[in-house]
């Protein structure tokens, strides 16, 4: 049974920090480009970060570049969003996933809920 299990979310005041987990089981991670989507209320899901299966490449929208960071370690099948300078807009559902095009394999975690407020 593949699991990917957020973790992290919370309520922080604007400009402050927060990491996110995801936890893999049931895939084998390193087979996987990991991703973390938010979607924020009456909004469409959009990406904000990606890595390749080995962690050599990262991506992020204008958004959030120089603000997100992703990584991921291999050995314990987790997958990081460390969240710095985060504003009002930021506030949504962070889901991560895991996709390997090649098998046609996608999976998502269940979401953990960020709010940026003061």
């Known amino acids: 049974q593949v699991q990917l299990v957020e973790s992290g979310g919370g309520l922080v005041q604007p400009g402050g920090s927060l990491k996110l987990s995801c936890a893999a089981s049931g895939i084998t991670f390193s087979a996987y480009a990991m991703r973390w989507y938010r979607q924020a209320s009456g909004k469409e899901r959009e990406l904000v970060a990606g890595i390749t299966r080995t962690g050599g490449t990262t991506n992020y929208p204008d958004s959030v570049l120089g603000r997100f960071t992703i990584s991921r370690d291999n050995a314990n099948n987790t997958v990081y969003l460390q969240m710095n300078s985060l504003k009002p807009e930021d506030t949504a559902v962070y889901y991560c996933?895991?996709?390997?095009?090649?098998?046609?394999?996608?999976?998502w975690g269940q979401g953990t809920q960020v709010s940026v407020s003061s």
């Open positions: 996933n895991a996709e390997w095009i090649a098998a046609r394999r996608s999976y």
